[in-house]
């Protein structure tokens, strides 16, 4: 992630720079205590996550923060300040900040929201993978069967990048599990599992305990995903068919802290949920 820090106080910008740079997929492209010089280089540097001061002479955090958008450039906003009114909180938060943190600050806080600005970046990312995913699609109907079936297996791939489960020990049993019910044009339940892994009961316990955790992995950044965009439709719908929405709901309400437990997966709706959506 690129970075840039506007701030009135060099001693903070030093203090943010060595949090943000402490992990190397992050980089501070630029620093300045000039709010002009900072939409200058808004204009012309890639920066994902922008560190604003409210308090800055001449124009303040949320009259920059107008300015860079007016001109059709839109950045993730961390704004910082000493106490301020709660109106001016809102009246920030309503011209686009992700995250407000109260000065001194706090670097437990600091790294937690970078974290969490860092994965509201890549949750949209995906987002887009899956518009450009379902965009494709609905163009694309004369393709003939070999053609169709890559087309399948990739699309199905876009949507377990979309999950964030491409990665985990189970993946490589997810992939192959995928691939050949496309293949086959079978359904979860029609899969004989010994043959297909050649393995033993025992086995089989262990490959669906390795999917089980990654697909689980997918619903919990799904929650995330419902939280971020409530009335986003395409992940309503991969909520209910690859989850049931019941499930989602339950997770979200454990990772607000209202449930002691989350969701369920259930590997047969899963994965005849996936074959659905990409059909």
């Not at 009259?63 to 958008?69: M, S």
């Not at 494709?136 to 377990?160: D, P, R």
């Not at 079978?186 to 669906?208: A, L, P, Y």
């Amino acid at each position: 992630m690129n970075f840039y820090i506007l701030d009135n106080d060099s001693k903070i910008i030093h203090l943010l720079s060595n949090i943000i740079e402490n992990d190397f997929n992050n980089t501070v492209v630029g620093t300045t205590s000039n709010p002009q010089q900072a939409y200058d280089d808004a204009m012309r540097l890639g920066i994902d996550i922008m560190f604003i001061d409210y308090a800055m002479p001449a124009m303040d955090g949320v009259q920059l923060i107008q300015k860079i958008q007016d001109s059709h450039y839109y950045p993730h906003f961390i704004m910082t300040a000493q106490a301020i009114l709660p109106s001016v909180k809102t009246s920030a938060y309503q011209h686009g900040i992700d995250f407000f943190i109260e000065k001194p600050l706090n670097i437990a806080e600091v790294k937690s929201v970078i974290k969490l600005a860092a994965q509201n970046i890549n949750m949209s990312n995906r987002l887009l993978q899956v518009l450009d995913l379902v965009s494709g699609a609905a163009t694309n109907n004369n393709t003939v069967t070999i053609s169709g079936k890559n087309k399948k297996k990739e699309n199905a791939q876009s949507i377990l990048r979309f999950l964030g489960i491409t990665a985990g020990n189970g993946a490589p049993a997810i992939n192959k599990l995928i691939n050949t019910m496309i293949e086959r044009e079978i359904s979860f339940d029609e899969v004989n599992f010994e043959e297909f892994f050649q393995c033993d009961e025992h086995g089989k316990k262990i490959i669906f305990q390795r999917i089980r955790r990654d697909i689980k992995t997918g619903l919990n950044n799904l929650a995330h995903m419902c939280m971020d965009y409530p009335e986003n439709d395409i992940i309503l719908e991969y909520a209910n068919n690859l989850y049931e929405y019941k499930n989602v709901h339950n997770e979200i309400s454990f990772l607000k802290g209202e449930r002691t437990n989350g969701g369920q997966v259930s590997l047969k709706h899963f994965f005849n949920g996936l074959i659905q959506e990409i059909n």
